[in-house]
């Protein structure tokens, strides 16, 4: 399946009161086809929200570009760069404030629409039978619902200009637990109708795997590792992977060798530093993780940037035309 959308070594960074500049996400590429979704995990401040804005065209990049449907988006004009911006829909965490108090969900359902000088009722209540609210929700205010209520209606009014992605970033993260799977399988039957790309943003690596087809796991600005979710989660990697899978209770079966969960907090991505990035937590570093900053490499299909992830020596099997300094 061809990609939707092609995030090609970008960069962003922040500049710091006082002085310098930090390094919000670091030379990342992915790629998301038709039907999948990409889980994308990692700390928070990690720069999942940056690289989300990236592709959702919501903020500049310093570097890179952002290919879609292979057409890269630095060359559409205005024409193409408004649909696309219609095709690419974001779903933020907290419901409640991207939806006005003011209007009633029809109303915030049918916005989109509107402002495209589309109308009627019939696309509304389709809208919210999609997303598994009665229609008479229409004609409430936000505060009349409730939390997972509220993130319907978003995804509603997300819908709502038939998109091909949606960037969730942490779409669940502010919902009661009970609610935060009812939420994920009406994304997932959306996508199977409708043949959406889903990026999918989470601190919370179980939140995602079971809906994931790929996870990259970001660490200060880069992906450390990126492969399909299954082989993701049962053979982790990296070790920063690892760490994070330990500290999930439901990912520890007992026949696993018992793993420190994650280890204290991550540098500042304003520091300077030489070698790997996660070093400095690493229970495998070496002089040579200290000093060189690993590439990316592939190893049965999965994308790692480790020195030690194969178990042994650095391997010279980079990846050509990425990541290398
Ligand atoms: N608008 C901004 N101005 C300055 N720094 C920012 C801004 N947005 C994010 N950052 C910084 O960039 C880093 C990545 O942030 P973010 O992308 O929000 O991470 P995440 O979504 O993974 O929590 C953090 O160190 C954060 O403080
Ligand atoms: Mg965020």
Redesign the pocket.
């Known amino acids: 399946m061809s990609p939707v959308i092609e995030v090609d070594e970008v960069a962003?960074?922040?500049?710091?009161p006082g002085g310098g500049r930090?390094?919000?996400?670091d030379r990342v590429s992915l790629s998301i086809a038709t039907g999948e979704t990409y889980a994308l995990v990692?700390?928070?401040?990690?720069?999942?929200?940056?690289?989300?804005?990236m592709a959702a065209m919501l903020?500049s990049l310093d570097a890179g570009e952002v290919r879609w449907s292979g057409q890269p988006v630095s060359q559409l004009r205005r024409a193409g760069l408004r649909a696309v911006r219609d095709h690419t829909q974001v779903v933020f965490q907290d419901p409640a404030a991207a939806l006005s108090s003011r209007l009633t969900v029809a109303e915030a359902v049918a916005e989109p629409l509107r402002i495209q000088g589309r109308t009627g009722s019939r696309p509304v209540a389709d809208l919210l039978d999609a997303v598994g609210l009665d229609r008479s929700m229409g004609r409430r205010y936000p505060r009349e619902l409730s939390g997972g209520q509220r993130q319907r209606v978003v995804v509603a009014r997300a819908l709502a200009l038939d998109p091909k992605l949606l960037v969730l970033?942490?779409p669940v993260a502010s919902l009661d637990v009970s609610v935060q799977a009812q939420v994920l399988n009406l994304l997932s039957d959306l996508q199977a109708e409708r043949g959406l790309a889903y990026l999918l943003?989470a601190?919370d690596l179980a939140v995602v795997s079971s809906v994931a087809d790929r996870i990259g796991v970001?660490y200060l600005?880069q992906i450390v590792e990126e492969g399909p979710a299954d082989e993701v989660v049962a053979r982790p990697r990296h070790p920063y992977t690892q760490m994070l899978i330990a500290s999930v209770p439901a990912f520890t079966p007992g026949e696993r060798v018992a793993r420190p969960a994650v280890l204290g907090d991550p540098p500042?991505?304003?520091e300077r530093r030489t070698g790997c990035a996660f070093a400095s937590r690493c229970p495998a570093a070496t002089d040579l993780c200290r000093e060189t900053e690993p590439v990316r490499r592939l190893l049965d299909g999965v994308a790692v940037r480790c020195h030690h992830a194969d178990g042994g020596a650095p391997s010279s099997r980079e990846v050509p035309g990425t990541l290398a300094r």
């Open positions: 962003k960074g922040y500049d710091l930090l390094t919000a996400v990692g700390e928070s401040g990690c720069g999942k929200s940056t690289l989300a804005r903020t970033d942490e943003i601190h970001m600005g500042s991505p304003a």
